[in-house]
């Protein structure tokens, strides 16, 4: 799944030329915590978030001022906290994504630069936005992966697991189905890479009810089913 499957096409966008009263007004109006910001040219120039605007004079001065900011940064500061333009509170450099790109990769940029929107743009042209919403629907409406019937195929599937996404060595995991039942045996290195097994296990289409009895630390062995 790609940008142009899931992002949003009518996107609400503004003026740099436009009063920061004003755009708050238009957040509020639409429910909306962001706005790109558009010049003449119809040209992605910035972007408008509420966090921009928590440092504002309307507040009071220790919202502006703030605190731990250095002398350089002072007039910067001052400036966002002040100026009743959009442009000169807006943050500019935004991240941005082509149609084409998984929607893993937008995920991912908006974990790194810890953003809730990204812009989608066709030849410099904003065609579009996907937001941490529209990231949450894809999760709604996911179908697990399908799972060829039988105990030994559910069993070669999760074996699959822990090392396609986990990381953990193919000898540290065996898996055996009791009455239905998925039974993880082994060793590792640490409890939160038990839980992680355990996790891929019951991720894999058809699996019901997981048993955990992999260990942690030395001592134990793939033949020690008790």
Do not use: Y
């Amino acid at each position: 799944m790609k940008a142009a499957d899931i992002m949003t096409r009518r996107v609400i966008a503004i003026s740099p030329e436009h009063s920061v009263k004003h755009a708050a007004c238009v957040m509020l109006e639409n429910h909306i915590s962001g706005l790109p910001v558009l010049d003449d040219n119809e040209s992605l120039v910035g972007i408008l978030t509420e966090g921009d605007l928590l440092r504002r004079a309307e507040l009071g001065p220790a919202a502006w001022r703030g605190t731990g900011s250095t002398h350089e940064e002072a007039p910067e500061i001052f400036i966002k906290g002040n100026s009743w333009r959009v442009g000169d509170v807006m943050t500019p450099g935004v991240v941005t994504v082509d149609e084409d790109t998984p929607v893993d990769r937008i995920a991912a940029a908006m974990k790194t630069h810890d953003i809730k929107r990204v812009p989608v743009v066709r030849a410099g042209q904003m065609v579009g936005i996907v937001s941490r919403g529209d990231i949450l629907r894809v999760i709604a409406a996911a179908v697990p992966d399908i799972t060829a019937a039988g105990d030994e195929a559910t069993r070669r599937a999760v074996l699959a697991r822990p090392c396609s996404d986990v990381g953990l060595d193919k000898a540290a995991i065996d898996v055996t189905i009791e009455d239905g039942t998925v039974c993880l045996w082994g060793e590792v290195a640490s409890e939160v890479q038990r839980e992680a097994a355990r996790v891929a296990a019951e991720a894999v289409s058809g699996v019901g009810r997981v048993r955990n009895k992999v260990r942690v630390g030395a001592g134990a062995s793939l033949s020690e089913r008790s």
